[in-house]
């Protein structure tokens, strides 16, 4: 009997092991450099009287595709640039679409945001020593990036194998509230401790059966913004990249830009304290990788919708007229861009067509991406209206063509309400029923896909 005693623990042994389940998606990733290979016109910065001056930190474009067990699939992509223009995300989903099979709806399309990178708008460049020149190089730019963006696509669906898909989140204190009253009933752009922030770091792991990672995922709200200088970089976003490549060689990593339209990094200014902004990102990505992460399982469901967001009441000819004898160039400078708007288009519009994004992955993870800098509000309010387990909220997604305050920031006034708008070609700022809009509109896709 005691010969036998061993053999017949292990046999228990192994009936009560836990039987691991196979994966339930296949994923896969890919990453090219976009880094442009001469000198260009930048982004971000209006006050900008030249272009570019070489390379801090190389620019990339990043494709993860994940398929469900039905066949399903949803794409991601991300890019180190100032945002993504309304071209270029039709032409890449049509092209997806007609290319790879999978659904406008079920592609994102996220912009880091960085202040460091090329200009992509092909019209009304500001301050361009050439302008003909300037859009020239944007327009072929970007022509090149759509092309290299469906080639990722194709790129991680030929890359895609078994994986597990696994979700956590950490904290990361590099952003703070950057709008600060100014004791004369503004708002000057300040750090504000005491002003509203999300610094929640949600990250998303795919990997094989065996642990190897294919892409780590994951999000911040707050502007790229560290940097002001001459060079190309990715700014914290793109250093914090760098560093989770360097710790998980085999992965893709994948900046998504959250609710930053009022979130900056502090300190700034510097390389040295952009690389510290990406260290401390980086270092919270991975202590939430080694968290008990949540697996999760279920299919891929979405919805896309562009809605009609209305401008408040535009502006006539004649204030127009006044704008352009305004002192403030940029101001002035609108009016002139907003009459040219006019002859040539005959009126104004009363509607921008913004985009609003509800992903499904699985059963637990609901993933809203917003277009334009959607203001920290956004964020704190749908974590609260939507009651499902896990909630992410992007901006910067499909579309960034203006910032999009919340009802409180247009009521108070200053650059995210509408004072930013000088500086494009929208006519006049969005108007009081934005917040409300965008939100029920999230909230009704979101009943479509459960």
């Not at 499904?360 to 991406?369: A, F, I, Q, Y």
């Amino acid at each position: 009997m005691k010969l036998w005693l061993p053999l017949l623990l292990a046999v228990f042994a192994i009936a009560a092991a836990p039987v691991s389940e196979p994966p339930a998606w296949k994923a896969g990733a890919a990453s090219a450099k976009i880094t442009p290979e001469n000198a260009m016109w930048m982004a971000g910065y209006a006050g900008r009287t030249k272009p570019s001056e070489g390379v801090e930190l190389d620019l990339f474009a990043k494709a993860f595709v994940l398929t469900d067990q039905a066949g399903g699939r949803f794409a991601l992509i991300t890019m180190d640039l100032i945002g993504v223009p309304r071209n270029l995300r039709l032409a890449v989903a049509e092209r997806v679409k007609k290319e790879h099979g999978i659904d406008p709806a079920n592609l994102a399309i996220n912009a880091s945001h960085t202040h460091s990178g090329p200009e992509l708008r092909t019209s009304k460049l500001h301050g361009a020593d050439d302008l003909a020149l300037r859009e020239k190089e944007a327009a072929e730019y970007t022509t090149k990036l759509e092309d290299t963006l469906v080639r990722l696509i194709g790129e991680a669906i030929q890359k895609s194998v078994a994986a597990n898909l696994d979700y956590s989140t950490a904290r990361c204190g590099v952003s703070m509230n950057r709008r600060t009253p100014d004791g004369k009933g503004g708002w000057s752009n300040f750090p504000n401790p005491n002003g509203p922030v999300d610094q929640t770091v949600p990250v998303l792991k795919a990997s094989t059966a065996d642990g190897k990672d294919i892409a780590i995922i994951f999000g911040y709200a707050c502007h790229c913004t560290t940097l002001g200088h001459q060079k190309f970089s990715g700014d914290y976003a793109g250093y914090a990249q760098q560093e989770i490549e360097k710790a998980h060689p085999d992965a893709v990593a994948m900046f998504a830009n959250g609710c930053s339209g009022d979130q900056n990094p502090y300190p700034r200014k510097t390389m040295e304290v952009a690389q510290k902004h990406g260290q401390s990102l980086a270092t919270s990505v991975q202590a939430a990788l080694e968290t008990h992460m949540q697996r999760l399982k279920g299919n891929i469901r979405a919805a896309y919708r562009e809605i009609p967001l209305a401008y408040d009441k535009l502006p006539t000819q004649e204030q127009l007229l006044e704008e352009q004898k305004s002192t403030n160039k940029y101001l002035a400078t609108h009016g002139t861009r907003i009459l040219q708007r006019i002859a040539e288009e005959g009126q104004l519009p009363t509607t921008y067509p913004y985009p609003v994004q509800v992903l499904r992955l699985g059963n637990d993870l609901t993933w809203v991406t917003l277009g334009g800098e959607v203001v920290v509000d956004y964020s704190l309010r749908l974590k609260q209206d939507l009651k499902d387990p896990i909630v992410w909220i992007s901006g910067y997604t499909n579309d960034v063509m203006a910032y999009i305050p919340s009802l409180r920031i247009w009521q108070e006034g200053g650059y995210e309400a509408g004072g930013a708008m000088i500086y494009g070609t929208h006519p006049t700022r969005w108007s009081d029923k934005t917040e409300e809009n965008i939100v029920s509109t999230v909230m009704e896709l979101r009943k479509s896909v459960k």
